[in-house]
């Protein structure tokens, strides 16, 4: 992690530590306007190491990485070997019929599991080894949505929103309010501040939470399940999010998913969990493979399944391709 | 007779193990305190629901105990001639034993069981793990402000639960069957000393609120993340609470003037 000299200079370089795409400060800078004269929320975090960032080419090629893990539930196994690369700066969407191990292999990026053996790195650091306080510096730059929003019941919209603010930028309430009512618009959401999650529908239960996961701007977003339960225009709406949070700030995003259509759209990799171990590639990869040994891997359940993939791809072309 | 053997091995390892587990939680909740920030509005929150949500409780069974203890022992002391000794009578037994007993039964039932019903269902929507992955420790943001709020709840609700049972007491005694006012009063004055008796009290209330905010917490904590593992949960709270109240409650009284 490179030193940060100060907080006004941090205002500038965390987002390039973190990202490393200079061109982001200007987004920066409007996000942070409501917290001024502070400057923006990364720069308050400058003493926090989050998340490092090694400029080698490699190292963001392989920055998450799941090396031979290993994981069973009682007698149950759930990963058998699994091997897989994420990529900084790229969605990441994870596949699998239910029970295939998609929300666990979040939950081990997130540092929330442990393997039984293996290794899961992030940006470089090995989570097995790290203790529960060394997990907490690197979850700082990392956003995760719960399937079921994990929302405090007891906190009001606000609290729940603002709450890792207030933890680790040490704002007050009043200033904090600005950038959540901010971030709450950016998932549509007005004048909901003041109520306790039990008031809130469903989808905007999801919201809240999908607020809260990207409240801190963090270089990682886990998504476990970011469109159930949500009507079309918002699971349009989320979608289009987490799209611009990818190409503006370079999140890296990984999202488990049913979702056929979004996941299609925005997949820069297709992670596909079957029998505890994976397939991975490009959509255009994976729905063109006629690789035996993938095939033979995936199963009957598996080409099913990539031929539905495939019927999707070219219907999507067709409608793009038609007029009006 | 081998697999006898193996299985009570087994069941004293795993208690061995269980109260190593429980001690290194004990011990998580303490160094959490001197953390900042200090938590102490979640503490004032913590200590609303545990303490003063029991106040009516505490209030209705205190004066009823008092009352129904006022008329037991008047009956039983006129047999002897010794109507007089009512007020040092129910203060040594209310100060000494079922004030701080009852009191911590009585909060076991109605907070521990709650807090430990919270904990465990904030696990299982995984409310504890968001506040991971928000880089907040829950030892510190959860657990310890509810462990400690019991720990001042219960002395400051045996305060309570005494004086209300000492009042019953005097309304049976005195204005129900006749006994002199101050002849009960200055028995209840001369018996109770303040460091033998309103100390132990003391004592035994506190060590009775660190233990019951330790079983509840943990069984929280630990409890399987479903509907079913939050039930369990909760009813053992209660049960262990309980049975920790009662021999803690024995060691202290034997101990007391070693």
């Known amino acids: 992690m490179r030193p940060i000299p100060d907080a006004d200079v941090g205002f500038v370089l965390v987002p390039v530590v973190l990202y490393g795409r200079p061109q982001r400060d200007a987004w920066l800078r409007s996000l942070a306007s409501p917290l001024a004269p502070g400057g923006s929320i990364l720069s308050r975090l400058a003493d926090a190491p989050a998340i490092a960032v090694d400029p080698d080419p490699e190292a963001d090629a392989c920055f998450i990485e799941v090396r031979d893990v290993r994981l069973s539930f009682g007698r149950r196994p759930v990963f058998e070997g699994l091997d897989c690369r994420m990529s900084r700066g790229g969605i990441h969407i994870l596949l699998g019929g239910s029970g295939a191990g998609k929300s666990t292999l979040l939950r081990m990026i997130g540092g929330l599991q442990r393997a039984d053996s293996g290794e899961v790195r992030v940006a470089g650091e090995d989570l097995s080894r790290l203790s529960e306080r060394e997990l907490g510096e690197i979850r700082k730059g990392i956003g995760m949505l719960f399937q079921n929003g994990a929302l405090l019941d007891s906190m009001t919209v606000l609290e729940n929103v603002g709450l890792p603010l207030r933890e680790h930028a040490r704002r007050p309430w009043k200033e904090i309010r600005g950038r959540v009512t901010q971030v709450l618009a950016s998932v549509g959401l007005e004048d909901v501040e003041d109520l306790l999650p039990r008031e809130l529908s469903g989808g905007m239960l999801r919201r809240v939470a999908f607020a809260r996961a990207i409240v801190m701007e963090p270089s990682i977003l886990l998504c476990d399940e970011p469109f159930s339960g949500l009507d079309p225009l918002n699971v349009s709406r989320i979608e289009d999010l987490l799209v611009k949070l990818n190409r503006d700030l370079g999140l890296t995003i990984l999202v488990t998913s049913h979702h056929m259509p979004s996941s299609l759209r925005m997949a820069d990799q297709l992670i596909l969990l079957q029998k505890g171990r994976c397939v991975a590639g490009s959509p255009e990869e994976l729905a063109g493979s006629r690789d035996e040994s993938i095939t033979e891997f995936l199963g009957e359940d598996g080409r099913a399944y990539l031929a539905r993939l495939h019927e999707l791809r070219e219907g999507s072309e067709l409608r793009e391709g038609s007029p009006g | ?258």
């Open chain 2, 1 to 258: 007779m081998i697999e006898s053997i193996r299985s009570l091995g087994a069941r004293s390892t795993g208690l061995v193990e269980g109260l190593g587990t429980v001690t290194r939680f004990g011990g998580a909740i303490v160094a959490t305190l001197p953390r900042t920030p200090t938590r102490f509005g979640f503490f004032l929150r913590a200590l609303y629901d545990a303490g003063v949500l029991s106040v009516a409780l505490v209030c209705l069974s205190g004066f009823t105990v008092g009352m129904v203890l006022g008329l037991q022992l008047y009956n039983t002391l006129t047999r002897f001639g010794a109507e007089e000794g009512l007020g040092a009578v129910v203060g040594l037994s209310l100060v000494r034993e079922l004030g701080p007993v009852l009191t911590g039964l009585l909060v076991t039932g109605r907070a521990g069981s709650a807090i430990t019903a919270e904990i465990g269902s904030m696990k299982a929507t995984e409310q504890l793990d968001g506040l991971r992955m928000m880089a907040i420790d829950p030892m510190h943001f959860v657990v310890m402000p509810r462990a400690m709020a019991l720990t001042v709840a219960l002395p400051l609700l045996n305060g309570l639960f005494i004086a209300l049972a000492i009042g019953g007491a005097y309304v049976v005694g005195v204005e129900l069957q006749g006994l002199d006012g101050g002849v009960y009063l200055s028995g209840l004055e001369d018996a109770v000393l303040f460091r033998d008796d309103v100390g132990q009290s003391l004592v035994k209330s506190v060590v009775f609120g660190m233990l019951l905010g330790l079983v509840a917490t943990y069984k929280g904590h630990a409890c399987e993340p479903d509907a079913a593992g939050v039930a369990r949960a909760t009813t053992s709270t209660v049960v262990t609470a309980s049975v920790c109240i009662l021999l803690s409650d024995y060691v202290i009284t034997a101990f007391w003037d070693v």
